[in-house]
């Protein structure tokens, strides 16, 4: 497991990011990916505590709470919100600084509205809530770049964009006005298999 090296990254006075992930892949619905979630984050963090981990030195990287692609019935924006805050809610330390979602397959403007959507709802959240994307962040600069040397600027613009509208969901300021100078950011067809994040 991605965890068992924390204890020593605390040693070096490093902060550990610990990555629990429940895939996307497959047919379960959202009820399931909370319920599974919510167990995986019991054990992730029962084995913390087994091994003497300073809670309030690490960053955590989970999955949101998502349908699975290839589930029927895809969760709205406001349900992945509220399965993923509560799930949080249920299993997540107050202690841990900071939760840092990957995208886990989700292309980048549905992660963005997503993360929005979880900054923008009331209640507790004694945890900075922000974004540590790989797929998401990147596929919109590379699809604008292509390798090309002459696409160089439009590359680096596409990931200005992303990074200023992940910067805004951050703290629930996004909004759809944001994208409307961007290309899709849907899944470029050459990357959809592939994960990264």
């Not at 549905?110 to 959240?125: D, M, Q």
């Not at 919109?140 to 596409?158: K, T, V, Y």
Request: proline content about 7%; overall charge negative; aromatic content about 6%.
């Amino acid at each position: 497991m991605r965890w068992r090296g924390t204890p020593l990254c605390q040693e070096q006075e490093l902060v550990p990011i610990v990555e629990p992930e429940v895939l996307m892949d497959g047919s379960h619905t959202i009820e399931r990916c909370e319920e599974v979630t919510g167990s995986v984050l019991h054990a992730v963090f029962h084995a913390l505590f087994e091994q003497g981990v300073a809670l309030e030195g690490i960053l955590l990287k989970p999955n949101m709470v998502l349908a699975g692609k290839q589930c029927a019935r895809q969760a709205s924006i406001e349900e992945v919100a509220i399965a993923t805050l509560r799930c949080l809610r249920r299993h997540a330390p107050a202690a841990v600084p900071g939760i840092v979602f990957l995208s886990g397959g989700q292309n980048a403007r549905l992660a963005t509205a997503h993360l929005n959507a979880i900054n923008r709802l009331p209640g507790p959240k004694p945890w900075k809530i922000s974004f540590s994307y790989g797929r998401a962040l990147q596929d919109p600069a590379l699809e604008a770049w292509h390798g090309r040397d002459e696409n160089l600027a439009a590359g680096q613009q596409a990931l200005y964009r992303r990074a200023r509208s992940n910067g805004a969901a951050s703290v629930g300021t996004y909004t759809d006005e944001m994208e409307m100078a961007s290309p899709s950011a849907d899944d470029p067809p050459h990357r959809r298999d592939w994960r990264d994040d």
